[in-house]
């Protein structure tokens, strides 16, 4: 959900060519499978095509390929950083919990509605919605993205 959305906001602030959005899965059963029904129904409710979205597990070369690694949750951003420090291949990225660009919320987690029932993916949306609006006013997106 989270990769779709930011990928929209990038789109409407006319960065989609400037600026690569990718998600990635720290525990992916199968690489390669669509997003949740219930994701695509809530995205495809607010405008926004998630159709071609397909998971894939968080590589460690990804430390070194991205600018910003964002994550839901505090076990997300541990399993992250200790994968980081056991296969560290330089400095690179250090991950960061996406809701610290939440500008309404004061969670910092963002939870996992896979369990839950419909509304907790609109709960979900709606801090989501949120932290991508902070990250599209801060100076979260590569420098190159501003220009």
Not at 129 to 134: L, M, P
Request: glycine share 8%.
């Amino acid at each position: 959900m989270a990769h779709a959305m930011l990928r929209h906001a990038c789109r409407l602030q006319g960065l989609s060519r400037r600026v690569r959005v990718e998600s990635a899965g720290t525990h992916v059963a199968g690489a390669g499978a669509r997003p949740d029904a219930r994701v695509l129904t809530i995205l495809d409710k607010h405008g926004i095509n998630a159709a071609r979205l397909r998971s894939r597990p968080f590589a460690v070369g990804d430390f070194q390929r991205f600018d910003q690694i964002l994550v839901m949750d505090q076990g997300h951003l541990s399993w992250l950083e200790a994968l980081q420090e056991r296969e560290s291949q330089g400095p690179g990225t250090q991950p960061r919990m996406v809701m610290e660009f939440s500008e309404h919320y004061s969670e910092t987690e963002v939870p996992d509605p896979y369990y839950a029932n419909t509304a907790a993916f609109d709960f979900v949306f709606e801090r989501l919605t949120d932290a991508c609006g902070g990250i599209m006013k801060q100076d979260v997106l590569p420098r190159f993205a501003r220009d």
